[in-house]
């Protein structure tokens, strides 16, 4: 009686003979198939949909919205407050925010006005004189559009609104200290600082 399984097997040899060792006939599964073809269409839609469509943002854009969503995050409490004065008033009265304001003031300000505002190339910030401001108001322009022909830079470039209002809160709070300096009085002694706001006092 003939063995069906040799039959089978002998049906399924290839014709093809290497050394000896005749291949057989063992197809890939159809699975496989069916992974390597997804495979490739799902690239073709992956490098369409990601890289050539305007559904995805860019890397750029991906970046800023993170940064602005981290900006919001960072300043939300102040982002909610409109007049600039009391947000400074604000700041003045926080230590968190005179923190953060003092980490924008040894970013960009030391190296002119010392580590402690007692001055250096700039004028000292610890006094009750100024130079080219009255008022807090003042204090914001000339962080913001620079001062003395460009000897006190603009930073508006540099800083966003909220890292000026930090910085002049924190500079504001100098007022008073008194640091002995390399510079000396300049200009002329204004009309004190508007009080902080306190925590407790909500604006």
């Known amino acids: 009686m003939a063995d069906p ?4 097997t002998e049906a399924e040899l290839l014709e093809h003979n290497y050394d000896g060792i005749q291949e057989y ?9 069916l992974i ?34 981290a900006v919001q995050k960072q300043f939300a409490a102040l982002m909610t407050i409109d007049d600039n004065m009391e947000k400074i ?23 002119c006005h010392g580590q402690n505002g007692e001055g250096l190339i700039g004028p000292n910030l610890t006094d009750e004189f100024y130079k080219n401001l009255v008022d807090l108001d003042g204090m914001v322009n000339v962080v913001t559009n620079g001062a003395a022909n460009g000897a006190m830079p603009a930073n508006k470039n540099l800083l966003s ?9 924190y500079v504001a709070t100098l007022r008073g ?25 909500g604006g």
Request: with cysteine; net charge negative; charged share 20%.
């Open 5 to 8: 399984t040799k039959n089978n």
């Open 36 to 69: 390597f073809w997804g495979t490739i269409i799902w690239s073709v839609i992956y490098v369409v949909v990601w890289h050539l469509t305007p559904l995805i943002p860019t890397r750029v854009e991906r970046l800023e919205a993170t940064e602005t969503k």
């Open 161 to 169: 609104e909220n890292e000026i209002a930090l910085v002049v809160g």
């Open 89 to 111: 008033r604000t700041i003045m009265g926080d230590e968190n925010w005179l923190a953060q304001g003092q980490s924008v003031f040894s970013g960009t300000c030391t190296l």
């Open 25 to 33: 006939d063992n197809p890939t599964p159809g699975w496989w198939h």
């Open 177 to 201: 200290q008194n640091l002995p300096g390399p510079r000396g009085v300049e200009g002329e002694e204004i009309e004190p600082f508007p009080e902080p706001i306190s925590a407790d006092q």
